[in-house]
């Protein structure tokens, strides 16, 4: 091979930038087979690495370099590792060289065969040769990343040069600017601080790194290989702390940085001094404490930002809590804090002297603010909260039993409330808290008798939260106290009061006591709740907030979960409950099964046995009582049912399948079962096929004779319940069924319907059908589609119905169909049906010659528009417009406020579709849908028309649409009047933007 030969064209190649990969896989393949060897590639370099051009030089360097980074390292002799690493640190003084030195250092040095002689080597002559900060970026940053690979791989070799690596990368550093070469700086010097003693050299380094500090920068939007402003931060926060050696030179700098003007500096410098308390020695933060806890005090009482009040507590407890001594015994205690006002000799007088003058004073100034100085600082350590609670503790009971002024006992409550939730936040009692017990009783009053006027709403809530801390706190109160506390948390919640906060608080408390120790709740709680749920006459309101509060408890304390349900479960099937209270109890068990179910399915078992199938017997064991409500019961009781059973395993649905079979497939397959007590029920067991996964077999003989008789029922019966649920059976059998016998399933049920007389089930069961098909994509749905719209063009009877029922086959429904309940749904199904409809649509209207059809397939497309994701409506959104604008026309209620909506969506999405119409079409029609006196403009629709309108300003130019502004402002004055409140705020909302608009 003529190495030589290569190796002129490589380097021809680098003069006219051309691309050598070709030339460098050459060259590394007969490097690798053993054709050529390193040696002889430096041979044939030699005329470029020793040239007196310094072009030449840099290109031979380029060569070599380019050729070591991908060679494998069994290419690379073990002999001649040291010969390269010796060579290009003497390259290191030519300049030209450089870029080309470091990286091919920084590939060598991944080989076996490089020494920590070799790594010294090469940090002495980058550190003697090289002036980095004199090269461009990219030889910057190579420098440092080989420094960072050289610290991390040889440790050895850095521990061995010491201070001199210290002094050369402060050297490195110094007047460093390019924030991605900081970043990797930053994160150097942690790991420089591990291995070698910085004392010798502190001030040197500190200085350096200092001067960036606070850092700020800003990235370049949409560039994902740049650096985020918080990274950056990072790093140098992580090398600012990163030795005890920095304390002395970093603490006073830091203090002085909490007083700027900047949010983003004060933030940052209380998290770094945060950061600084586990690295810096305790001794170097008394200095300057007293002026770090004045400027907190100052930033926590003024500060606008939260995040800056936020960072300046965690750095006031961070700090306390490295000064705090450690925990002197409890007979000192009383010594220590004795004559606080007067002489306090521990760090804690800068907090508790202001804060002893401020709870001492006639008028509390900021107690939230002192409240949370005082937290932050007891919750520093368990000793710091003795001397907090020692302080406090006995000058707010001698306030409290010496003012009767509500504002002010609330005040001392509140401070009060930090301080005791400072002792549950490190889980251990101040010591004091024992003694002063009966006070602290006397203060909250654990009485559930205490009135809830709003007047004290404020007061109440304090206390309810003090009551709450004083449960939580460790082995303080007994089990009869523990349990009058839990009763008073409980009526706070549930009794009736002015202010709802009170029962909100009340409610929220008991979820955050749930959580924390949920046996409590079990054995107290809870036996109230349900004792109160089944008194005589209890009140709907009381009843309201129960099911709230347990509703609350069960969703967001997984250990409570069951025994809520169970209990409600209980109070309904043993009669407890009154049947007025069934369906707000229902709905809540439902929430709370959904909750949980989407949880964990590993609950469903339990829930299916302990909660749906108790529900399920008592249903079916109450079904000749005669409940006006019963529709309703069944319907919450079908819905939870769902929830759970499609979450079973096939095995386990078919155990429950088997006796839902036995006590209800009689009842669906009588026709005529109106008056048959079990009729009502029926939606159970739709629900339940329903929510059968696909593969769970049916307990039938012949699914297709099964199927034909549910058809014939549904097409003869006078039930709609009994209609219905036969229709859902079909629907979900049909499409979860395998395709090759779904076919013939279709069939067997539409012969049933063509051998029928013609009504308006035929026409629903053809929407049954395009709903279970048209979702898996079958033909057979569109034929039933198409037949639809036949009977909408050809004037039928039932072309109203056919009409109305297109919100069957794309609308929502509780189990039918549905992917919650395992439904079948091909990719791009709603598109298709969307290509398929809309164009006939359209074309339909334009040749229909009565209005009746025109409204009616207005009626279909408003259906169609409603369920289609946004992007497939705005693919063909030019033929659309025209349909809804008469939509607007010709419909009313819900149907004319959905083609308003759309109308808007079309309005945010492309206006410019809308521009030649919006001020010939769109704004009369708009205008006049918010006039309430029409029959057609429900309150729905005036709403979705205001919010159109509000839309139009923000949307076009002034020039376009100016001549209609006057009437507009005329509709929407009348508009301020609507009878309805939410009416009267949108037309005042939409009436401003229009009167401002085109305003200079």
Same mark, same amino acid.
């Given at each position: 091979?003529?190495?030589?030969?290569?190796?002129?064209?490589?380097?021809?190649?680098?003069?006219?930038?051309?691309?050598?990969?070709?030339?460098?896989?050459?060259l590394?393949?007969?490097?690798?087979?053993?054709?050529?060897?390193?040696?002889?590639?430096?041979q044939?370099?030699?005329?470029?690495?020793?040239?007196?051009?310094?072009?030449?030089?840099?290109?031979?360097?380029?060569?070599?370099?380019?050729?070591?980074?991908?060679?494998?390292?069994?290419?690379?002799?073990?002999?001649?590792?040291?010969?390269?690493v010796?060579?290009?640190?003497?390259?290191?003084?030519?300049?030209?060289?450089?870029?080309?030195?470091?990286?091919?250092?920084?590939?060598?040095?991944?080989l076996?065969?490089?020494?920590?002689?070799?790594?010294?080597?090469?940090?002495?002559?980058?550190?003697?040769?090289?002036?980095?900060?004199?090269?461009?970026?990219?030889?910057?940053?190579?420098?440092?990343?080989?420094?960072?690979?050289?610290?991390?791989?040889?440790?050895?070799?850095?521990?061995?040069?010491?201070?001199?690596?210290?002094?050369?990368?402060a050297?490195?550093?110094?007047? %460093?600017?390019?924030?991605?070469?900081?970043?990797?700086?930053?994160?150097?010097?942690?790991?420089?601080?591990?291995?070698?003693?910085?004392?010798?050299?502190?001030?040197?380094?500190?200085?350096?790194i200092?001067?960036?500090?606070?850092?700020?920068?800003?990235?370049?939007?949409?560039?994902?290989s740049?650096? $985020?402003?918080?990274?950056?931060?990072?790093?140098?926060?992580?090398?600012?702390?990163?030795?005890?050696?920095?304390?002395?030179m970093?603490?006073?700098?830091?203090?002085?940085?909490?007083?700027?003007?900047?949010?983003?500096?004060?933030?940052?410098?209380?998290?770094?001094?945060?950061?600084?308390?586990?690295?810096? *020695?305790?001794?170097?933060?008394?200095s300057?404490? %007293?002026?770090?806890?004045?400027?907190?005090?100052?930033?926590? /009482?003024?500060?606008?930002?939260?995040k800056?009040? $936020?960072?300046?507590?965690?750095?006031?407890?961070?700090?306390?809590?490295?000064?705090?001594?450690?925990?002197?015994?409890s007979?000192?205690?009383? %010594?220590?804090?004795?004559?606080?006002?007067?002489?306090?000799?521990?760090?804690?007088?800068?907090?508790?002297?202001?804060?002893?003058?401020?709870?001492?004073?006639?008028?509390?100034?900021?107690?939230?603010?002192?409240?949370?100085?005082?937290?932050?600082?007891?919750?520093?350590?368990?000793?710091?909260?003795?001397?907090?609670?020692?302080?406090?503790?006995?000058?707010?009971?001698?306030?409290?039993? +010496?003012?009767?002024?509500?504002?002010?006992?609330?005040?001392?409550?509140?401070v009060?409330?930090?301080?005791?939730?400072?002792?549950?936040?490190?889980?251990?009692?101040?010591?004091?808290?024992?003694?002063?017990?009966?006070?602290?009783?006397?203060i909250?009053?654990?009485?559930?008798?205490?009135p809830?006027?709003?007047?004290? +709403?404020?007061?109440?809530?304090?206390?309810?939260?003090?009551?709450?801390?004083?449960?939580?706190?460790? %082995?303080?109160?007994?089990?009869?106290?523990?349990?009058?506390?839990?009763?008073?948390?409980?009526?706070?919640?549930?009794?009736?009061?002015?202010?709802?906060?009170?029962?909100?608080?009340?409610?929220h408390?008991?979820?955050?006591?749930?959580?924390s120790?949920?046996?409590?709740?079990?054995?107290?709680?809870?036996?109230?709740?349900?004792?109160?749920?089944?008194?005589e006459?209890?009140?709907?309101?009381?009843?309201?907030?129960?099911?709230?509060?347990?509703?609350?408890?069960?969703?967001?304390?997984?250990?409570?979960?069951?025994?809520?349900?169970?209990?409600?479960?209980?109070?309904?099937?043993?009669?407890?409950?009154?049947?007025s209270?069934?369906v707000?109890?229902?709905?809540?068990?439902?929430?709370?099964?959904?909750?949980?179910?989407?949880? $964990? /399915? *590993?609950?469903?078992?339990?829930?299916?046995?302990?909660?749906?199938?108790?529900?399920?017997?008592?249903?079916?064991?109450?079904?000749?009582?005669?409940?006006?409500?019963?529709?309703?019961?069944?319907?919450?009781?079908?819905?939870?049912?769902?929830?759970?059973?499609?979450?079973?395993?096939?095995?386990?649905?078919?155990?429950?399948?088997?006796?839902?079979?036995?006590?209800?497939?009689?009842?669906?397959?009588?026709?005529?079962?109106?008056?048959?007590?079990?009729?009502?029920?029926?939606?159970?067991?739709?629900?339940?096929?329903?929510?059968?996964?696909?593969?769970?077999?049916?307990?039938?003989?012949?699914?297709r004779?099964?199927?034909?008789?549910?058809?014939?029922?549904?097409?003869?019966?006078?039930?709609?319940i009994?209609?219905?649920?036969?229709?859902?059976?079909?629907?979900?059998?049909?499409?979860?069924?395998?395709?090759?016998?779904?076919?013939?399933?279709?069939?067997?049920?539409?012969?049933?319907?063509?051998?029928?007389?013609?009504?308006?089930a035929?026409?629903?069961?053809?929407?049954?059908?395009?709903?279970?098909?048209?979702?898996?994509?079958?033909?057979?749905?569109?034929?039933?589609?198409?037949?639809?719209?036949?009977?909408?063009?050809?004037?039928?009877?039932?072309?109203?119905e056919?009409?109305?029922?297109?919100?069957?086959?794309?609308?929502?429904?509780?189990?039918?169909?549905?992917?919650?309940?395992?439904?079948?749904?091909?990719?791009?199904?709603?598109?298709?049906?969307?290509?398929?409809?809309?164009?006939?649509?359209?074309?339909?209207?334009?040749?229909?010659?009565?209005?009746?059809?025109?409204?009616?397939?207005?009626?279909?497309?408003?259906?169609?528009?409603?369920h289609?994701?946004? *992007?497939?409506?705005?693919?063909?959104?030019?033929?659309?417009?025209?349909?809804?604008?008469?939509?607007?026309?010709?419909?009313?209620?819900?149907?004319?406020?959905?083609?308003?909506?759309?109308?808007?969506?079309?309005?945010?999405?492309?206006?410019?579709?809308?521009?030649?119409?919006?001020?010939?079409?769109?704004?009369?029609?708009?205008?006049?849908?918010?006039?309430?006196?029409?029959?057609?403009?429900?309150?729905?629709?005036?709403?979705?028309?205001?919010?159109?309108?509000?839309?139009?300003?923000?949307?076009?130019?002034?020039?376009?649409?100016?001549?209609?502004?006057?009437?507009?402002?005329?509709?929407?004055?009348?508009?301020?009047?609507?009878?309805?409140?939410?009416?009267?705020?949108?037309?005042?909302?939409?009436?401003?933007?229009?009167?401002?608009?085109?305003?200079?």
């Open positions: 091979m003529d190495i030589q030969r290569i190796v002129d064209a490589y380097i021809i190649g680098l003069g006219d930038n051309a691309d050598n990969t070709s030339l460098r896989q050459t590394v393949d007969h490097i690798v087979k053993g054709d050529t060897s390193l040696l002889e590639l430096v044939a370099l030699g005329l470029y690495l020793a040239s007196e051009e310094a072009s030449s030089r840099s290109k031979g360097a380029h060569v070599l370099s380019d050729v070591l980074i991908d060679l494998p390292s069994s290419a690379v002799p073990a002999q001649a590792t040291t010969k390269l010796q060579f290009f640190c003497s390259r290191m003084a030519d300049a030209t060289c450089v870029p080309y030195g470091l990286t091919s250092i920084s590939a060598l040095q991944r076996p065969s490089f020494t920590d002689q070799c790594a010294i080597d090469a940090l002495r002559a980058l550190f003697k040769e090289v002036h980095v900060q004199s090269f461009q970026h990219t030889t910057r940053s190579t420098a440092y990343t080989l420094l960072d690979l050289l610290v991390q791989s040889r440790p050895q070799a850095v521990k061995t040069m010491g201070d001199d690596v210290v002094l050369g990368f050297q490195m550093l110094d007047g %460093e600017k390019d924030p991605r070469s900081l970043m990797i700086a930053f994160q150097i010097i942690p790991k420089l601080a591990e291995l070698v003693d910085l004392k010798a050299n502190a001030e040197d380094i500190f200085d350096v200092f001067c960036y500090f606070p850092i700020t920068f800003k990235n370049r939007d949409g560039d994902p740049t650096i $985020s402003p918080e990274a950056l931060k990072s790093a140098l926060r992580a090398a600012i702390t990163c030795s005890p050696h920095f304390g002395d970093a603490i006073k700098p830091l203090v002085e940085k909490t007083t700027a003007a900047s949010p983003s500096v004060k933030i940052d410098a209380y998290e770094t001094l945060t950061a600084a308390t586990r690295v810096y *020695s305790p001794e170097v933060f008394k300057e404490l %007293e002026a770090l806890v004045e400027q907190i005090r100052e930033d926590v /009482v003024m500060a606008p930002d939260d800056v009040v $936020s960072a300046a507590l965690d750095a006031l407890e961070a700090v306390y809590s490295a000064v705090s001594p450690a925990s002197p015994a007979s000192s205690l009383a %010594e220590q804090s004795a004559d606080l006002g007067e002489s306090l000799t521990t760090p804690l007088d800068f907090v508790l002297k202001d804060a002893i003058f401020q709870l001492t004073a006639d008028d509390i100034k900021n107690p939230e603010q002192v409240g949370k100085l005082l937290l932050a600082t007891a919750r520093s350590s368990a000793y710091n909260c003795n001397i907090v609670s020692d302080a406090v503790l006995p000058i707010i009971v001698e306030r409290m039993a +010496s003012t009767e002024v509500l504002t002010l006992r609330r005040e001392l409550m509140d009060l409330n930090h301080v005791l939730s400072a002792s549950c936040d490190i889980s251990r009692k101040a010591e004091c808290l024992e003694t002063d017990k009966d006070h602290l009783l006397n909250y009053r654990l009485d559930a008798s205490v809830l006027d709003k007047e004290y +709403s404020f007061l109440h809530i304090t206390r309810l939260k003090g009551i709450t801390l004083l449960i939580i706190l460790p %082995e303080l109160l007994d089990a009869d106290e523990t349990a009058l506390a839990l009763q008073t948390i409980s009526r706070a919640a549930i009794d009736r009061n002015e202010d709802e906060n009170v029962n909100k608080e009340a409610t408390l008991l979820v955050q006591l749930a959580q120790n949920p046996d409590q709740l079990q054995t107290t709680v809870l036996p109230m709740f349900f004792g109160t749920l089944c008194e006459a209890v009140a709907v309101h009381k009843v309201s907030r129960l099911l709230n509060a347990l509703g609350a408890i069960g969703v967001a304390t997984p250990k409570a979960m069951l025994p809520v349900l169970c209990g409600l479960v209980s109070v309904i099937t043993t009669g407890k409950l009154a049947a209270h069934y707000p109890t229902l709905t809540t068990i439902r929430k709370m099964v959904e909750a949980a179910a989407a949880n $964990s /399915v *590993s609950v469903c078992p339990e829930l299916m046995a302990k909660v749906i199938d108790p529900l399920l017997n008592w249903i079916f064991s109450v079904s000749g009582s005669n409940h006006q409500s019963r529709h309703q019961i069944v319907v919450e009781i079908s819905q939870a049912a769902v929830a759970v059973f499609s979450q079973l395993d096939v095995e386990t649905q078919g155990v429950y399948l088997k006796p839902a079979f036995d006590r209800y497939s009689a009842a669906a397959l009588t026709a005529n079962a109106v008056n048959n007590s079990l009729c009502q029920l029926l939606p159970l067991f739709s629900a339940l096929i329903c929510a059968c996964r696909p593969q769970t077999h049916l307990p039938v003989d012949d699914i004779v099964y199927l034909g008789d549910l058809a014939a029922v549904a097409l003869s019966t006078e039930s709609t009994q209609r219905d649920v036969c229709f859902e059976i079909i629907a979900t059998t049909l499409n979860k069924a395998d395709s090759s016998e779904r076919g013939t399933l279709t069939q067997s049920v539409l012969e049933r319907a063509n051998g029928a007389d013609p009504g308006v035929h026409i629903l069961l053809r929407h049954w059908l395009a709903r279970a098909l048209v979702s898996c994509s079958d033909k057979l749905g569109y034929e039933c589609v198409h037949w639809l719209l036949a009977q909408i063009t050809q004037g039928s009877p039932y072309s109203a056919a009409a109305e029922g297109f919100n069957i086959i794309l609308g929502e429904h509780s189990w039918a169909v549905t992917p919650a309940t395992h439904g079948v749904f091909k990719l791009l199904s709603k598109q298709r049906f969307y290509a398929t409809v809309v164009p006939e649509i359209t074309t339909s209207f334009s040749s229909a010659h009565d209005d009746a059809t025109k409204a009616n397939l207005l009626v279909v497309l408003t259906h169609s528009v409603q289609m994701p946004k *992007s497939v409506l705005m693919s063909g959104v030019e033929q659309v417009v025209p349909l809804l604008l008469s939509a607007i026309r010709l419909t009313a209620g819900d149907l004319k406020a959905t083609s308003i909506r759309t109308i808007s969506m079309i309005m945010l999405e492309t206006p410019e579709t809308l521009t030649g119409q919006v001020t010939t079409s769109i704004i009369p029609l708009l205008s006049a849908a918010v006039v309430h006196a029409s029959p057609a403009n429900s309150v729905e629709v005036r709403q979705a028309a205001l919010g159109a309108l509000s839309l139009v300003p923000e949307k076009y130019a002034f020039s376009a649409i100016h001549t209609a502004r006057k009437d507009v402002l005329r509709a929407l004055a009348k508009a301020r009047d609507d009878r309805k409140r939410l009416v009267r705020a949108d037309a005042v909302s939409a009436y401003n933007k229009w009167l401002n608009f085109g305003d200079l």
